[in-house]
């Protein structure tokens, strides 16, 4: 039986985000630091700028509220690691942000490792560490995909495929009864060109192109956390429009699995 969705007041509650040394991530880990959670775990591959990070808004914030774990998030342990270390710490855990992402169309297996096995990996170990039948208080799970997981990039098909795949896991895990039956929700952002370090190397070829803050993302994820309605949903954050839930084609299932495949 599923648990009723609830509107999450993120005042109190602590927080997971990977990739959280840079960009999106730091944005994200800041705003939610900023909408008074109890605390928020930086988890990022990258030590140096990890603990950067985490001593400033250590600064800002309290010593207490932020933590840094370095982790390689295509490892599944060190990722369940991270979970343990950061609810350990806290003593709770209410919110995951898959966030870690990498952009190298030459390396199309670290690629794929990188952008989409974490998040599915993460997805559970999140329904594993929140759950109501785990011990948790259920939680909400925000997945990072891209504009280029809804509109395919010819230059970009690696990357593309990663980020189609990210969509896809989020519209179907969030349906999934394990998942419902924990009091977890599950939704995607989906931004478009943002000013991170992954963007930075195209400047040249954008000239005419506005690129979004990451700071502007970051107001669309708590949207998706604070609100109940938001589940299983795919938002397209473009600078237009923060909330442009994408909805998926209206094909009857039926349909699909009795056509004849004829072209």
């Known amino acids: 039986?599923?648990?009723?969705?609830?509107?999450?007041?993120?005042?109190?509650?602590v927080a997971l985000v990977t990739g959280g040394a840079n960009g999106i991530g730091k944005a994200i880990v800041e705003m939610l630091l900023r909408k008074e959670a109890k605390g928020v775990g930086i988890v990022d591959i990258d030590s140096i700028n990890g603990q950067e990070v985490a001593a400033s808004l250590q600064k800002t914030f309290g010593d207490e509220r932020v933590v840094f774990v370095k982790c390689d998030v295509t490892s599944n342990e060190q990722?369940?690691?991270?979970?343990?270390?950061?609810?350990?710490?806290?003593?709770?855990?209410?919110?995951?942000?898959?966030?870690?992402?990498?952009?190298?169309?030459?390396?199309h297996v670290k690629t794929i490792a990188t952008n989409l096995i974490p998040v599915i990996t993460g997805t559970y170990l999140a329904v594993e560490f929140m759950g109501t039948q785990n011990g948790g208080n259920g939680g909400?799970?925000?997945n990072t995909g891209s504009v280029f997981g809804i509109i395919a990039n010819r230059n970009l098909p690696v990357y593309s495929a990663s980020k189609y795949g990210v969509v896809g896991f989020t519209r179907a895990v969030a349906k999934e009864p394990n998942v419902e039956e924990n009091g977890v929700r599950v939704s995607a952002?989906?931004?478009?060109?943002?000013?991170?370090g992954m963007v930075a190397k195209l400047k040249e070829k954008l000239q005419g192109k506005t690129l979004l803050q990451p700071s502007y993302i970051a107001e669309v994820v708590v949207k998706l956390i604070e609100e109940a309605k938001y589940n299983g949903c795919v938002c397209?954050?473009?600078?237009?429009?923060?909330?442009?839930?994408?909805?998926?084609?209206?094909?009857?299932?039926?349909?699909?699995?009795?056509?004849s495949w004829q072209l």
């Open 79 to 107: 990722l369940k690691s991270a979970f343990e270390d950061i609810k350990n710490n806290f003593g709770r855990l209410d919110i995951v942000c898959n966030n870690a992402g990498i952009g190298n169309e030459y390396e």
């Open 140 to 142: 909400v799970v925000i």
């Open 236 to 259: 397209l954050a473009s600078g237009e429009n923060a909330m442009t839930a994408v909805e998926e084609p209206d094909i009857p299932y039926g349909r699909m699995l009795n056509c």
């Open 189 to 196: 952002v989906c931004p478009g060109l943002v000013d991170t």
């Open 1 to 13: 039986m599923a648990v009723h969705a609830y509107n999450m007041d993120i005042s109190g509650k």
